[in-house]
């Protein structure tokens, strides 16, 4: 059996002798259909009727498949679409032309191929040649028909060769782009305005993350890739903008892992004169339209669970999910000092400088998070832990703030927004303080966001929500690698 570097060194001197009949990269040919539109246009008819019509074509992809027979042959053509046979005949395409095929043709190579519609005696749809032009040589061998990619980095490494191989693949991000489309025109349809904000931040801010770090030559400045456009956003809705949505990447310097890549897609929108109960009303309609458009169905399978989204999500306060999937008491949920004892009991991370809020907020995310399998709104986030929320009227110690899990994962974070300025400086200023005693994901303070409070934020509501994570449910997939085209990866030792 030859080794790559045999098939590489051969292919290489057909390029060469190919290269020696003239323009070795033609860009002449032009498709006239793509193979799922032949599928479609011509399921109905039969062998004899196709003989009869004398129906013509162009059509060109990669060849995935060849059958030499002689004087004869059958190629397969992938494209974008799919895939359609090709019956090559000497006779039809003239005797150069078949001899380079022979000679100088491989799988993976792409061509297009210009001929009228037949069926085989087996009833398959075939495009039978009358002329044949190699437009792209390749050099790499495609990997075996029959294993294709089995290692799962190569994969992620070299997803264009994932693409041409798997069909599991380019359906995924076809659902990919689906659902993107989807997200648009939800927001779109009800008067939202698609805006962009910046990439680069003077001052990071919009969530708890550190951020990745970078400087500015001609102005001798340090900058920060977004964590969040939050901040930007809401400077829109001062402005005047009251409807308002971003559909962009944020930049969080963290590990990676099966939920998580430091370069990530998000939803994030702001909508005045409404709060976090609009935002979750507002949220399901949307996660039951984007299922249907995606999918085609309101309930899907995820890694062997079924998924409803026929309904409303449920909702329930995070001190009530952890008393209903723990043995705390509804007392122990304001009881800092238990719920350190529970913690501890447990082996799970605690900090002396932690109040109850994030206490109770440890204690969510390790014992009751993946536990909520149906879409489930958890409401009512501590105040310790929502630096930009606004406060609960009945109780300070919360905020009108919300968590979508589904499948034990986090998808969206919506809150009403905090419109103090008082009482954001004074939150600004306690995260300094975190920031100074050692936490990295604490937010600095934002004088300008101040100030653009001060000239009046109207009441309003806004949402962030993970499109990556989302696309993860509705393809099946357990990784978010599965759905980046190009995940982060560590390089390769040489």
């Known amino acids: 059996m030859s080794s790559d570097s045999d098939i590489v060194t051969t292919r290489r001197e057909k390029l060469e002798r190919w290269r020696g009949g003239g323009d070795a990269y033609p860009n002449t040919f032009r498709r006239e259909a793509s193979a799922a ?51 090559v005949r000497g006779e039809d395409v003239g005797a150069q032309a078949y001899e380079q095929f022979n000679d ?12 009228t519609m037949m069926r085989t005696n087996k009833g398959e749809l075939t495009v039978h040649a009358q002329s044949i032009e190699l437009l792209n040589k390749t050099v790499q061998p495609l990997p075996e028909k029959y294993h294709g990619l089995s290692d799962t980095e190569t994969k992620y490494r070299q997803r264009y060769l994932d693409l041409i191989m798997s069909d599991e693949t380019r359906r995924v991000f076809k659902m990919r782009s689906a659902v993107i489309a989807a997200i648009r025109q939800f927001f779109l349809d009800r008067d939202f305005m698609e805006v962009e904000t910046p990439m680069m931040h003077v001052i990071p801010g919009g969530a708890t993350a550190r951020p990745f770090q970078t400087h500015h030559n001609a102005l001798d400045l340090e900058l920060y890739l977004r964590i969040a456009p939050e901040l930007f956003l809401k400077r829109l809705v001062v402005g005047g903008f009251e409807r308002v949505f971003e559909i962009n990447r944020n930049f969080r310097n963290e590990g990676l892992s099966t939920r998580h890549n430091p370069e990530f897609t998000m939803l994030e929108f702001y909508w005045a004169y409404h709060d976090f109960q609009d935002l979750i009303e507002l949220t399901s309609d949307l996660m039951q339209q984007v299922v249907v458009a995606a999918c085609g169905t309101s309930s899907i399978e995820y890694q062997g669970q079924t998924l409803d989204f026929s309904k409303p999500g449920r909702q329930i306060s995070m001190a009530d999910a952890v008393v209903e999937f723990t043995d705390l008491a509804e007392p122990d949920t304001t009881d800092a000092a238990r719920l350190r004892e529970y ?26 998070e993946e536990r909520l399998v149906q879409p489930t709104f958890i409401t009512h986030y501590p105040t310790e832990v929502s630096p930009l929320s606004r406060r609960n009227d009945e109780n300070p110690d919360v905020t009108d703030r919300f968590e979508l899990f589904i499948a034990g994962k986090e998808i969206a974070n919506g809150f009403s927004e905090l419109n103090d300025p008082d009482d954001q400086a004074e939150r600004f200023e306690a995260q300094v303080k975190d920031r100074a005693a050692g936490d990295n994901e604490a937010m600095h303070f934002d004088q300008d966001y101040i100030t653009a409070l001060e000239y009046g934020l109207p009441p309003t509501a806004g949402e962030g929500l993970g499109i990556d994570r989302l696309v993860m449910l509705l393809a099946d997939v357990p990784s978010i690698r599965d759905v980046l085209l190009f995940p982060l990866m560590r390089p390769r030792e040489r």
């Open 343 to 368: 913690l501890e009991q447990h082996n799970l991370a605690t900090d002396p400088g932690w109040g109850q809020g994030k206490l109770l907020t440890q204690v969510f995310d390790a014992k009751v």
């Open 37 to 87: 539109q032949l599928h479609e246009q011509y399921a109905d008819m039969d062998k004899p009727a196709l003989e009869s019509a004398g129906a013509q074509t162009r059509v060109c992809g990669r060849i995935m498949l060849r059958r030499v027979m002689g004087k004869a042959s059958f190629i397969t053509l992938q494209d974008v679409s799919g895939q359609i046979q090709c019956y």
């Open 104 to 115: 100088i043709w491989d799988i993976g190579d792409i061509v297009g191929v210009t001929g």
